[in-house]
């Protein structure tokens, strides 16, 4: 019986160039961040009856982080939104010919966050747009989208060269 599947169980990480532990300590550092600034906002309202409003921007930021990095962290881990029923209809050879071309359609959909988040940050920068809370440079929040694209991205090609290899699937 010990040697049963377990669903609840996590899968192994694949054997990739960069670690993963990249993108884990990124995600917890931002989703501390998150809960730090969280927790300030509600002691000080409590104590003070003051709302730190304006530190929603950094909040705004970090969970677009924190999105963009559980994205390329399963994406790595081949963990990412599929229609299971169909998927595990197929043969072994097939799944994975239908996994690198759900995975090259990733790469495509990030290739044009990529593309339009950058034009996005260049427009900022150019026009000097200033956020409206905190009056910072809106493009100093705005980069990590693209940046993070660029590791989604990554992954994904990593992830499609294991399984041309026939290393996972």
């Known amino acids: 019986m010990a040697a049963d599947f377990d669903p609840t169980a996590t899968p192994p990480d694949p054997r990739t160039r960069i670690p993963l532990?990249?993108?884990r300590v990124l995600l917890a550092a931002a989703m501390g961040a998150?809960?730090?600034i969280t927790a300030a906002n509600v002691v000080t309202r409590y104590l003070s009856n003051i709302s730190l409003a304006?530190?929603?921007e950094y909040s705004v930021a970090?969970?677009?982080v924190v999105a963009m990095v559980g994205t390329?962290?399963?994406t790595?881990?081949?963990r990412h939104i599929r229609i299971g029923f169909f998927a595990d209809q197929l043969s072994p050879n097939r799944r994975r010919i239908a996994e690198i071309v759900a995975l090259g359609l990733l790469i495509l959909c990030f290739a044009l966050i990529l593309w339009?988040?950058?034009r996005m940050v260049w427009d900022e920068y150019d026009f000097e747009v200033l956020s409206p809370g905190l009056g910072h440079p809106q493009w100093l929040y705005t980069i990590c989208l693209p940046l993070l694209a660029i590791l989604v991205i990554?992954?994904?090609a990593g992830r499609i060269i294991r399984l041309a290899r026939g290393e996972e699937g």
Do not use: S
């Open 21 to 23: 532990t990249l993108e």
């Open 34 to 36: 998150m809960a730090l």
């Open 54 to 56: 304006f530190t929603e």
């Open 62 to 64: 970090l969970m677009v």
């Open 72 to 74: 390329a962290l399963a």
């Open 76 to 78: 790595a881990g081949g």
């Open 116 to 118: 339009y988040g950058a």
């Open 154 to 156: 990554g992954r994904a």
